[in-house]
C-alpha cells in the first residue's frame, strides 16, 4: 500500500550494530503497529502506537525499541542486532473507527542481522 | 503461546477447486476475525472479516465460515485461480479497546493452472 511505506526495504548488518527501521504513513490514522514475520509463526506484534504519547508493548519486545516521532512517522530500533532477529519486518496503521479496524500494512523491511 | 492455530502450512489445488484453510482460537474474548491475503514482496491486506453474530459471510468466490462453539473459523475460495496463490493470515481481536491482532501462522496457497 502506497500509503504506508517503509525504508529501507533491505538491510543486511552484524551482530551488534544498531539499526532503524522507518514507516511514514500519509493516511490520517492514529494507530501504528509494529510486527515481524517469520516463516511458519505468521505476524507476531512488537509496539503499537495510538498516538504520540501513547506507546505499548506487544507480544515480542524484547531487544527492540521504538519512537514515535509524530502522527504519521513510527521508527523501530534494534539497539544490538543478533542472527535472530533476522525477519520481514511491517509496520501497519489503522484507525480507531469501524468494528475490529482494518490494518493497512506497508511493503515490508527484509533485515538479514549475520 | 499461539492463540490462533491455522492450518495446512501449505496447499497445492488445481484451478477451479475449492482450497479450505481452518483456524481455530482460544480466547472467547475475540469477536472480530479478519483473513489477510499476502502476495509475494507486499504486505498483508484485508481480504473479509466476520463477527461472531453471523455463521457465514460470502464477498465474491471468498467465504468465511464461523463455528462459534468449536471457536473455529475457515476460509473457503470458490472456482479458484492461479491469481489466488498468496498467502493467507487469519487473525482475531476484540473489536473494542486496543484491537490487538493475533495472527495465525499463515498458509502458503497455489493455485496451479
Redesign the interface.
Known sequence: ?AD?TQTPRNRITKTGKRIMLECSQTKGHD?MYW?RQDP??????IY?S?DVKDI?K?EISDGYSVSRQAQAKFSLSLESAIPNQTALY?C?T?D?TG??????????TRLTVL | QQQVKQSPQSLIVQKGGIPIINCAYENTAFDYFPWYQQFPGKGPALLIAIRPDVSEKKEGRFTISFNKSAKQFSLHIMDSQPGDSATYFCAASRSQGAQKLVFGQGTRLTINP
Open positions: 500500500d504506508v494507530r510486527y511458519g509463526l505468521g505476524l507476531r506484534l503499537y495510538f505499548n506487544g511491517f501497519a489503522s480507531q468494528f475490529g479496524g482494518e490494518q493497512f500494512f506497508g511493503p515490508g
